[in-house]
């Protein structure tokens, strides 16, 4: 979180991570090392963020009211019927 919020571009981001990455190697906490191997994998998407400052929050949100809508109703049968009922409800 500290370098989220702190870093105002991609480079600093970048480096705050890459010694973040450091020292939790140097901890040898295997939860964390876990974790670090999550962010190394993916750490391109996660600076994504420094460019223009925003996030997928919206379009998990979006997915959990859909995924709430259909357990809400216990599956779908019918799937036009469910696609025309998210259209007519969140559109």
């Not at 670090?36 to 959990?64: C, D, G, H, M, P």
Request: glycine residues 2%.
């Amino acid at each position: 979180r500290n370098i989220f919020n702190t870093a105002t571009t991609i480079q600093t981001a970048y480096t705050k991570l890459a010694h973040w990455h450091k020292d939790v190697e140097a901890s040898g906490f295997k939860s964390f090392q876990t974790v670090a191997n999550s962010i190394s994998v993916n750490y391109r998407t996660i600076l994504n963020y420094f460019i223009n400052k925003s996030t997928n929050a919206s379009a998990e949100s979006f997915n959990a009211k859909i995924k709430a809508f259909r357990a809400q109703f216990r599956g779908v049968k019918n799937v036009e019927f469910f696609l025309y009922r998210l259209t007519t409800i969140f559109a």
